[in-house]
Nanobody, 124 residues
């Protein structure tokens, strides 16, 4: 089992920045690709960003490319999402997830473990 706990969400004005983080425990963190997903009220959960086990390979949804950056620290068992130039449409609950697949994925069904989520609210 892998336990994931997100933190660092909050309320920010449009154009501002936030950096939610996710702390992992339970199994060897570097054996898992990690992803961030989000879900806004009344909408389906959507992919935001993913990072490979080593941290070398990253991928982003088109809607956040150039504004968000995912990173991980395998020594500290954490993954973070630097969010800049935030927009009102970025408002959602953000979830981190862990996948035992060899490569990171944009599909939620490829992730076995999920955190409880952290709320990000961007006021316009």
């Amino acid at each position: 089992q892998v336990q994931l706990v997100e933190s660092g969400g909050g309320l920010v004005q449009a154009g501002g920045s936030l950096r939610p983080s996710c702390a992992a425990s339970g199994r060897t963190f570097s054996n898992y690709a990690m992803g961030w997903f989000r879900q806004a009220p009344g909408k389906e959960r959507e992919f935001v960003a993913a990072i490979s086990r080593s941290g070398v390979t990253t991928s982003y949804a088109d809607s956040v490319k150039g504004r968000f950056s995912i990173s991980r620290d395998n020594a500290k068992n954490t993954v973070s999402l630097q969010m800049n130039s935030l927009k009102a449409e970025d408002t959602a609950v953000y979830y981190c997830a862990a996948s035992s697949r060899l490569s990171s994925s944009t599909y939620a069904r490829h992730y076995e473990y999920w955190g409880q989520g952290t709320q990000v609210t961007v006021s316009s």
